[in-house]
Nanobody, 129 residues
Framework: QVQLVESGGGLVQAGGSLRLSCAASGRTFSSYHVGWFRQAPGKEREFVAAVNWSGGRIDYADSVKGRFTISRDNAKNTVLLQMNALKPEDTAVYYC??????????????????????WGQGTQVTVSS
């Protein structure tokens, strides 16, 4: 079983920046995707960004392209999400997730839940206007 711990959330004004961090420990995967989802009050959980095990493929939701950057620090088993030009609509609880799959489509389906997906506890991001 893998454990994921997120940090770095907080309150920021529109146009500001935050960097989220996800530290992983426990089970290792041979091939996987790791990334971020978010859930705003009253809304469904949605995909934000992901990177595959080799780092050779990165995907972003259209709503964050050009503003968010996902990266990995393999030496520290950490995934980072740099968020720039934040908007009030980015306000949500951000969750780190990992799934042993080579398919970005299957990874994105983690928004529906499932035992194949491992989640952190989430970190709150609030963007004021």
């Amino acid at each position: 079983q893998v454990q994921l711990v997120e940090s770095g959330g907080g309150l920021v004004q529109a146009g500001g920046s935050l960097r989220l961090s996800c530290a992983a420990s426990g089970r290792t995967f041979s091939s996987y995707h790791v990334g971020w989802f978010r859930q705003a009050p009253g809304k469904e959980r949605e995909f934000v960004a992901a990177v595959n095990w080799s780092g050779g493929r990165i995907d972003y939701a259209d709503s964050v392209k050009g503003r968010f950057t996902i990266s990995r620090d393999n030496a520290k088993n950490t995934v980072l999400l740099q968020m720039n030009a934040l908007k009030p609509e980015d306000t949500a609880v951000y969750y780190c997730n990992v799934r042993q799959t080579a398919s970005i489509l299957l990874f994105k389906l983690c928004k529906l839940g499932g035992s194949e997906c491992s989640w952190g506890q989430g970190t709150q991001v609030t963007v004021s206007s």
